[in-house]
């Protein structure tokens, strides 16, 4: 078989006429078109029916022009730079953090004693309460000095 694509008018569609509609008002606004001139081949370019009629509007016009593949470079990936908010973020770790840990980790052991003695040690239930207060005001005011 041979290949007959060079002597057969190769049909457009939408999407090309489209296309050289687009370049068309480009060259309008860089001014290398008046209105006059840019109505003509705007009307001659949304009825084409092959590139073999868009060709002739852009003969005289440089790039871009429909038909034409235009080949972009690839960049390679790069890492994105992540972006940091605008404030220091401060994580706490230290005494405080233990003993809040500790204190959420008291609860249930505190919640299977009271069931486990039927209530006889229902004092022990204040405990995660005061020893986050008692250790937490004690760092406070060694704070302040």
């Known amino acids: 078989m041979t290949d007959h694509q ?9 999407r090309e006429r489209d296309q050289a509609a ?3 008002r480009d060259h309008l606004a ?3 078109l008046d209105q006059e001139e840019f109505e003509e ?9 092959t590139q073999a009629d868009l ?21 390679p990936l790069v890492a994105r730079e992540v972006s940091r908010p ?3 973020i401060r994580v706490h770790s230290g005494p405080a953090t233990a003993v809040a840990v500790a204190s959420a980790l008291i609860w249930p052991a505190m919640i299977l004693l009271m069931i486990a003695t039927h209530g006889h ?7 995660p309460f005061l020893l986050p207060w008692m ?9 302040r000095r």
């Open 121 to 127: 040690f229902l004092f022990l239930m204040f405990l």
């Open 30 to 32: 860089e001014g290398r």
């Open 41 to 49: 081949r705007l009307t001659a370019a949304l009825t084409a029916k």
């Open 22 to 24: 687009e370049y068309l």
């Open 55 to 75: 060709d002739p509007l852009f003969v005289d016009l440089p790039s871009p022009k429909p038909g034409a593949v235009a080949i972009v470079p690839q960049q």
């Open 135 to 143: 250790l937490g005001h004690g760092q406070r005011r060694s704070g």
């Open 86 to 88: 605008p404030y220091p």
């Open 6 to 14: 060079g002597s057969i008018p190769q049909r457009i569609g939408d």
